[in-house]
């Protein structure tokens, strides 16, 4: 009997969702409204923020952000490359260009506060840091290039509910924080995202972009709080559904053991991984591991070619792998820019292994098993 494929990640959904997903299709209020609303305070709640404003997407929240920072063409935001293409879209969607900074090392995969400094001209005026996997990029390093040029400063949380820097929870180190709750995130709604801010007048523009520039939304005119409406700005339709907020306050409540049994397999599989130091290591620390969301496990192996072999492997036994990421500024949309050697040395070298709170922990024994893995080229 051949073993059941193993995902990269899965979400950790129960009857709770069920029930929940039921409750709002009986009420018939289906989109924007008071379940957003709650969600909206138990987040900004949870990450120790003024304000939360959910939205469609993360990549949607992050446009809202981009917007409401007035960027536009000639604006320069400068953003790592070691991201999902989403961060540099939503800069591109102002018209603003992003400009890709390369990441400290592969030990520690998170964008350069050095590189940046290098980076920043006249037209630069935000920067974009990302959590890669869950750890907090050096805010206190990027807070201070901005007050030192007046940047705003922007996170991109999509991979980091529940982490922390030394300065504090992710979503309360920028000016305007994102997050994602994608179907293979920390916290799923299957589509969804998030911003943070403690900056009231962003969040207000955020709002009113969100639905049209509109200054009441159905949600108002539903509860007779206003019967006709102006179009103030040309907004967007980044409007989350009532489903996702009501799936977002479950998955939120479990948060916290979803955490606690990501840094227990990451340890599992740091303990396995050093045994096999030829396999490569893993980036971070046990340390930093306490800080973060612990959202995919990297590995960082030998060369392209060991990247590539375990890949196969992983792929014979059933395994599901991926790679975090194919570095932005090389694709062809961005119209590639200069090189940046240690995120391209990176990318060429990593491989995503799955995690995910439903692992057992036979599930990581399956994945460490693959290990030693020989090269298959060139093995008759
Ligand atoms: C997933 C992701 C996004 C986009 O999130 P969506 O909710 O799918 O729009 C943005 N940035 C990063 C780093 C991501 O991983």
């Known amino acids: 009997m051949s073993e059941q494929q193993l995902p990269l990640s899965a979400p950790s959904f129960g009857e709770e969702e069920v029930e929940a997903v039921a409750e709002v299709v009986r009420s018939a209020w289906l989109t924007m409204g008071p379940r957003t609303a709650a969600f909206e305070a138990r987040f900004a709640e949870f990450v120790g923020s003024r304000n939360a404003v959910m939205a469609s997407s993360c990549t949607a929240a ?14 320069e935001v400068i953003v790592p490359s070691l991201t999902f293409v989403a961060t540099a879209n939503a800069v591109a969607y102002t ?8 990441i400290v090392s592969p030990e520690r995969p998170l964008i350069d506060p050095e590189a940046v400094r290098a980076l920043i001209g006249p037209r630069t005026k935000a920067i974009c840091a990302v959590h890669y996997a869950g750890y907090v990029a050096d805010m206190a390093a990027l807070r201070a290039l901005c007050d030192r040029h007046s940047l705003a400063l922007v996170e991109d949380a ?18 305007v924080s994102c997050f994602s709750f994608f179907s293979n995130k920390n916290l799923v709604t299957g589509e969804g995202g998030m911003s943070t801010s403690d900056d009231d007048h962003l969040v207000a523009r955020m709002r009113l972009l969100r639905a049209h520039g509109m200054t009441a939304t159905s949600w108002d005119r539903e509860r007779g709080h206003a019967s006709g409406y102006d179009v103030v700005e040309r907004g967007y339709n980044y409007r989350p559904s009532e489903l996702e907020a009501a799936l977002g306050m479950v998955q939120l409540g479990k948060l916290p053991w979803m955490l606690e049994r990501r840094r227990e397999l990451v ?6 991984l050093a045994g ?3 396999a490569g290591f893993i980036p971070f620390d046990e340390e930093l591991d306490r800080m973060s969301s612990c959202h995919i496990l990297p590995l960082v192996t030998p060369s392209a070619e060991a990247r590539e072999a375990v890949r196969a492997a992983a792929a014979e036994a059933r395994i599901q792998t991926s790679v975090h990421y194919q570095p932005v500024h090389g694709f062809k949309v961005f119209q590639p820019q200069a090189s940046l050697p240690i995120t391209e040395d ?6 995503t292994l799955p995690l995910y709170p439903a692992m057992d922990d036979a599930d ?10 020989r090269a298959r080229a060139g093995v008759a």
């Open 267 to 272: 340890a599992r599989y740091r303990r396995g």
């Open 158 to 175: 999509a991979h980091s509910p529940g982490a922390r820097g030394p300065e504090g929870p992710a979503g309360s180190l920028g000016d």
């Open 62 to 75: 992050l446009h809202l952000a981009f917007a409401a920072l007035d960027l536009g063409p000639g604006d």
């Open 364 to 373: 990581v024994d399956r994945v460490l098993a693959l290990f030693p893995v």
């Open 276 to 278: 096999v130091p030829e």
């Open 95 to 102: 018209g603003a260009t992003p400009v890709f900074a390369d």
């Open 346 to 351: 990176y990318a060429r070298r990593e491989v």
